[in-house]
């Protein structure tokens, strides 16, 4: 899971955003500052593998040109800038995750599992792993 997080956040690095992994408590939420390009997460978070999604979200606010600072609160969320980005986190992740996967092998079942999201959104990543691999 770290390498899937160093590529999440190479993406991070390659759009001019500043990441900070910060030892917090384990559920102080991860945080975007939109204004200043930053991005914070926790690196003590509860559910480590949690951390891919964290990032690419709190990166996608910034690549959506949301504005002032956003608190990762809502992860639930299919509406608004949280499920905005929460649909561009998912575009970020599926081909880094699925990467060296055969097509055949592809599981949102899976992917939803091992990145602890939140089962809601699993139509948009059926959506996106076939896009992937058509």
Known sequence: MDNL??????VAFDNN??????PLHPHTPPCADCDTRTIVLN????QRNALPM???HEISHILNGDEGVL????YYSK??????????????LVPLY?????????S???????????????????EEIRRFYA
């Open 5 to 10: 997080l160093s590529q999440v956040l190479n």
């Open 108 to 126: 949102s079942v899976q992917f939803v599992d091992a990145l602890c999201i939140p089962g809601n959104l699993q139509d948009w990543i059926e």
């Open 79 to 92: 509406a608004g800038a949280e499920g905005a980005a929460n649909r561009s986190a998912i575009k970020i």
């Open 54 to 56: 964290h990032a690419a």
């Open 43 to 46: 690196s003590n978070w509860y």
């Open 17 to 22: 955003i500043e990441v900070f992994m910060k």
């Open 98 to 106: 699925f990467a060296d996967v055969e097509p055949e092998d592809a």
């Open 71 to 74: 608190y990762y609160r809502n």
